[in-house]
């Protein structure tokens, strides 16, 4: 699709299987703890435990019956959730946001989830002071779909046209498609980690969908 841009557009995405996969960071999660029980355990169980991901299995559960370490169950969902991930853009997605910066465009993110998971996702991306605003739910003090998210960005920067993009098809667009924002929904290519249903009322549903960011197509003028 053709997504035309001038100098008052806002573009706005959503941050988990949006601009990376979020099982990445959960892969990198399972390799951190991996190494912090490696001592204890004398193995790496890097592989054991995405199989018991994979297997819908309690990860954190099963290790703890099956291995004897120090962790308890709440210290390794908070290994989890707050360490430092490894994780990067892929080019298209690079390729997008760098086009967008070349040419002066206002971007910005609207992602819920915890202040410090979100920003150490950032800050490993590298791409956080690319943002002219970050909003993570933690922080702002309410979730999609609630309009106050959004609502936010037109108050801040007025007289815009706003895009979003994102991946939640159960309450990504329901608020920008009140505010007549273009949407954009991204496809799971298989990778999600929550799984996309596009059977849903129309005022859920983006005005386009794209597979990836090659579809995207950057359409520039000074008007």
Known sequence: MVLNINKDSFVVFDLDDTLYKEVDF??????????????????????????????GESV??????????????????????????????DKQTEKLLQNLKD?????????????ESQRNKLHALGILDLFDEVLISEEFGSEKPDIRNFRFYEVQFPNKTYTYIGDNFKKDFISPNKLSWTT?????????IHKQNLDLPKEHLPQYTIKDFSELQLKFSNS
């Open 26 to 55: 959960l892969k990198s999660a399972y390799q951190h703890i991996s190494f912090l029980l490696e001592d204890e355990i004398g193995d790496f169980i890097y592989e054991e435990m995405y199989e018991l991901y994979e297997n």
């Open 60 to 89: 954190f559960d099963v290790i703890k019956e099956k291995y004897t370490f120090a962790f308890s169950i709440n210290e390794l969902v908070h290994e989890y959730r707050y360490h430092m991930p490894m994780i990067s853009l």
């Open 184 to 192: 954009i929904g991204l496809l799971d290519n298989g990778q999600n």
């Open 103 to 115: 040419n002066n465009v206002c971007i910005g993110i609207i992602t819920d989830g915890r202040k």
